[in-house]
Nanobody, 123 residues
């Protein structure tokens, strides 16, 4: 299995910045896309930003210009730099990764999720 461990969440005032990190670990795996999702209370989970192994990125419209996703492929780590945070950014942020892994029965596709990290931005 491929495990994702997030860090960096926490309370931040409106207008402030926060950097989330997510490290993938496991054996015999490769990563295609790594990304961040968020889920606010009473709302569906939504994609915030994603980055492919080739460096292609995409963002939720409401975070464009404020959030930046980046990857360190050597460390199997993805980051989300969040600037100019707003109360509407309040959510639990989840790391996500997909790719291929090799186990005893061959190569299989996988998708993994982190445990989630809370980012409250009080109004």
């Amino acid at each position: 299995q491929v495990q994702l461990v997030e860090s960096g969440g926490g309370l931040v005032q409106a207008g402030g910045s926060l950097r989330l990190s997510c490290a993938a670990s496991g054996s015999s795996f490769s990563i295609n896309t790594m990304g961040w999702y968020r889920q606010a209370p009473g709302k569906q989970r939504e994609l915030v930003a994603a980055c492919t192994s080739a460096g292609t990125t995409n963002y939720l419209d409401s975070v464009k210009g404020r959030f930046t996703i980046s990857r360190d492929n050597a460390k199997n780590t993805v980051y989300l730099q969040m600037n100019s945070l707003k109360p509407e950014d309040t959510a639990v942020y989840y790391c996500n990764a997909d790719g291929l892994r090799c186990d005893g029965s061959g190569v299989k596709a996988y998708e993994s999720w982190g445990q989630g990290t809370q980012v409250p931005v009080p109004s």
